[in-house]
T-cell receptor, first 111, second 113 residues
Framework: GENVEQHPSTLSVQEGDSAVIKCTYSDSASNYFPWYKQELGKRPQLIID?????GEKKDQRIAVTLNKTAKHFSLHITETQPEDSAVYFC??????????FGKGTMLLVSP | SQTIHQWPATLVQPVGSPLSLECTVEGTSNPNLYWYRQAAGRGLQLLFYSVGIGQISSEVPQNLSASRPQDRQFILSSKKLLLSDSGFYLC???FGGGEGELFFGEGSRLTVL
């Protein structure tokens, strides 16, 4: 089955800096890669996703890049703000299979 | 629009007691339904998923069970809770077929004492 590795497990940045979270996946047939943000005590919510026919997608301060050859994808957050502090999960799936999640990255943005 | 409701939000149960968590989805038909668990505030572990009424797939063998008695209702149960069952339980759904965004419920925090 699919295996998703996520790094780093914890990331501390200063407000205004950029943050990058990286994930690798094992199944070359995977074609859907979402990112979820989970604030403390709350439910995970989708912030951005990308499909395998696209190499990059951007939404304001967040962007996701996908390298199908290397089987890795990354989340980029620019101009970080304290409200970006949360746990971020990457995931991968193919077709109609269930999502496989990474173990999560706790992002701490200090004012 | 679609909504998902999950309850109870919080519960404290003694070891050996039964458990029932309920989840309902409104505004869509034939959704795929899921139960996840988070222990220690990290990691989303898929416990069960269902593609239709009465159809349950188990990802992790344990003392929990799931049922789908109606199209948009998903129940997580246990006959006898263990200390290790403590955690944050999340119900979720996707549109029928399972592709695309996964929508999570508000979660149920279970503490087993």
């Amino acid at each position: 089955g699919e295996n998703v590795e996520q790094h780093p497990s914890t990331l501390s940045v200063q407000e205004g800096d950029s943050a990058v979270i990286k994930c690798t996946y094992s199944d070359s047939a995977s074609n859907y890669f979402p990112w979820y943000k989970q604030e403390l005590g709350k439910r995970p919510q989708l912030i951005i996703d990308i499909r395998s026919n696209v190499g990059e997608k951007k939404d304001q301060r967040i962007a996701v890049t996908l390298n199908k050859t290397a089987k890795h994808f990354s989340l980029h957050i620019t101009e970080t703000q304290p409200e970006d502090s949360a746990v971020y999960f990457c995931a991968a799936s193919k077709g109609y299979s269930t999502l496989t999640f990474g173990k999560g990255t706790m992002l701490l943005v200090s004012p | 629009s679609q909504t998902i409701h999950q309850w109870p939000a919080t519960l404290v149960q003694p070891v050996g007691s039964p458990l029932s968590l309920e989840c309902t989805v409104e505004g869509t038909s034939n959704p795929n339904l899921y139960w996840y668990r988070q222990a220690a505030g990290r990691g989303l572990q898929l416990l069960f998923y269902s593609v239709g009424i009465g159809q349950i797939s188990s990802e992790v063998p344990q003392n929990l069970s799931a049922s789908r008695p109606q199209d948009r209702q998903f129940i997580l149960s246990s006959k006898k809770l263990l200390l290790s069952d403590s955690g944050f339980y999340l119900c979720a759904w996707t549109f029928g077929g399972g592709e695309g965004e996964l929508f999570f419920g508000e979660g149920s925090r279970l503490t087993v004492l």
